[in-house]
């Protein structure tokens, strides 16, 4: 600002209102820090090499940092720093950023996550791990992201193993990318119980279709709606199997794995065999002892009944059947008598 031109606005204004000097230097301060001054929501806690913005973004990608950078705003939203050489993220600066739902830490030099490293990101929505060197996911590494919707995780050359409970806690998530990675096999438990998964990325890695990947083909074949790559999720071995879609072999798996019997399913039949053996021995035993006592208690109530029968039929002919067996014979040496006299 040319500060000749402005004094010399500052003189022809009409004389009846003179500033004193002090008052026209303030003027001057003021104009400069309006003029040149960012916004303060540009500038507090912006890392180094970094551009913060108003709306809570925070842009690093591309700064060729080394370390997570520092110094962050609170209040962060969207942390991008992609394409630099950061090789860890350190859980006691990224869980100070509560209200963080992006975070893009793609093409970095990343190694090894954890659960500690997003204890504290309870908002987190977007996380994208594409394009590192992590080996390893460990068990419930995604579990404090229970609001998290998507997860990247692509083209990382060293991913050999995902630990089954790694995305257990995971309920909120919808879209999955494993793709491009070393994977022979992936332990879907915990994915199948996921409520809302609905997209599920697993091309280009080297999936072994054997029996320990046959729940995953069969999951492929019954739910290839979810696989948008289906078509280029394939078998890397045995080599007769080499080439196919995983999704193809579902039922050819499931028939070929449970075709024979092994050791523990002898030893399981054996043991139903043994049960059932002695269950049975048990309830012939408890129906013929059963039987026994019903048997005595029948022949015993009948003994009781005899006796009684017998005082019956010895009271009975005196109150009348014995009269008529005591006339009968007079009856019958009368009739004989009547009919010896008629001859």
């Not at 606005?9 to 000097?21: E, L, M, R």
């Not at 739910?223 to 999704?247: H, I, M, N, S, Y």
């Given at each position: ?30 104009i ?15 890392p ?15 700064q ?52 500690s ?5 309870g908002k ?16 419930r ?77 069969l999951?492929?074949?019954i ?25 193809e ?22 043991a ?56 009968n014979?007079r ?13």
């Open positions: 600002m040319n500060y000749t031109n402005l004094q010399g606005q500052v003189a022809n204004v009409k004389p009846h209102y003179q500033p004193s000097a002090q008052s026209l230097r303030l003027i001057i301060l003021l400069l820090v309006m003029g040149v001054a960012p916004s303060p929501a540009l500038t507090a806690g912006c180094a090499r970094c551009v913060c913005d108003d709306q809570l973004v925070v842009q690093c990608a591309g060729h940092l080394t370390a997570f950078p520092t110094d962050l705003p609170l209040a962060t939203r969207q942390l991008i720093i992609s394409n630099n050489r950061i090789v860890e993220l350190p859980p006691l600066q990224l869980n100070y950023l509560s209200d963080l739902v992006y975070l893009d830490c793609s093409n970095n030099s990343l190694t090894e996550i954890s659960m490293t997003f204890g504290n990101l987190l929505a977007y996380l994208d791990l594409s394009f590192n060197t992590l080996t390893r996911i460990e068990d590494t995604f579990g404090p992201l229970s609001s998290l919707v998507m997860l990247r995780m692509t083209d990382n050359p060293g991913l050999l193993d995902i630990h089954p409970d790694a995305f257990a806690k995971n309920s909120a998530l919808q879209v999955l990318d494993v793709s491009r990675n070393n994977l022979t096999v992936l332990n879907i438990s915990s994915l199948i119980a996921l409520p809302t998964l609905r997209s599920v990325g697993l091309s280009g890695n080297s999936w072994s279709c054997d029996c320990d990947n046959e729940d995953l083909c999951w492929v074949h739910e290839a709606f979810k696989f948008q790559d289906e078509g280029q999720t394939v078998c890397r071995g045995p080599p007769d199997l080499q080439g196919q879609r995983l999704g072999l579902g039922l050819q798996l499931r028939s070929r794995c449970h075709q024979g019997l092994g050791s523990w399913d002898y030893l399981f039949f054996l139903i065999g043994f049960v059932i053996f002695a269950a049975g021995t048990v309830s012939a035993w408890a129906i013929g002892v059963v039987m026994v006592l019903y048997e005595r208690y029948v022949k015993k109530k009948s003994e009781q009944m005899d006796p009684d029968d017998e005082v019956e039929q010895d009271t009975g002919p005196g109150t009348g059947g014995g009269g008529g067996h005591h006339a014979p009856g019958n040496g009368n009739l004989k008598n009547t009919g010896h006299m008629v001859v």
